[in-house]
């Protein structure tokens, strides 16, 4: 459920900031930790990219500025406490400095059991396939797909799907994650050669989820 919030009421520290999450809005990925001042939150709102306080320099800064690697925010939540920020983003490039994708990483604990989650992998790999179709590097699977056109890649889409049928047939869950991975690969592939972005599908799977929502409630 989402309710009003008035920025007034927010919890910040004692010297006027306030910690800041941000999120690839499309895929949930978690980019970073910065610190707002209500003078860089004003900034973030008015603009629509992202500006932080930093405790270091003891100034503002836009994200992005230097680099080019901006961040479009498209949404701002506050925790149940009104002490902590949450901005969902369009990521433009990488968002950490040290050019990362993420500034998370270094893994402290957990090892291989602590992957990521599919939004995070479905949109890392969404990304590495635009790159494919943007600069064709020779000798890849990907750009031999954007090179043969739609129709080989409608054609590899309905392949994938026959063998998930044919994998669930023998109940075979290896089998099973195998192919369906191979399909949303080429799944992938189609929506960037018919310029359908990841946030598109989202949108509409939350548009449904809402409709069965409001469908089922006591009338």
């Not at 230097?66 to 479009?72: E, K, M, P, V």
């Amino acid at each position: 459920m989402t309710t009003a919030f008035d920025v007034r009421d927010l919890k910040l520290d004692e010297r006027g900031i306030i910690p800041t999450v941000v999120q690839d809005a499309d895929t949930g990925e978690v980019l970073m930790l910065a610190y707002m001042n209500r003078e860089s939150l004003e900034k973030t709102v008015t603009s629509g990219e992202t500006w932080f306080w930093s405790r270091g320099r003891q100034m503002l800064w836009h994200k992005g500025e230097s680099s080019g690697n901006t961040q479009r925010v498209r949404s701002i939540l506050v925790d149940c406490d009104a002490d902590t920020l949450l901005v969902r983003v369009e990521q433009k490039g990488n968002a950490c400095h040290t050019g990362e994708r993420t500034c998370f990483f270094t893994t402290a604990f957990g090892g291989v059991e602590a992957s990521a989650s599919l939004a995070e992998v479905l949109g890392s790999l969404s990304r590495r396939i635009a790159e494919r179709k943007r600069d064709m590097p020779e000798g890849s699977y990907t750009t031999k797909l954007f090179r043969e056109g739609t129709d080989r890649i409608l054609k590899k889409v309905g392949e994938e799907a026959g063998e998930i049928i044919i994998a669930a047939k023998n109940h075979h869950k290896g089998e099973i994650a195998w192919e369906i991975a191979d399909l949303l690969y080429h799944l992938l592939v189609l929506m960037e050669q018919e310029e359908v972005p990841l946030n598109k599908i989202a949108e509409e799977l939350e548009r449904r989820a809402v409709k069965g929502a409001k469908k089922h409630e006591p009338r």
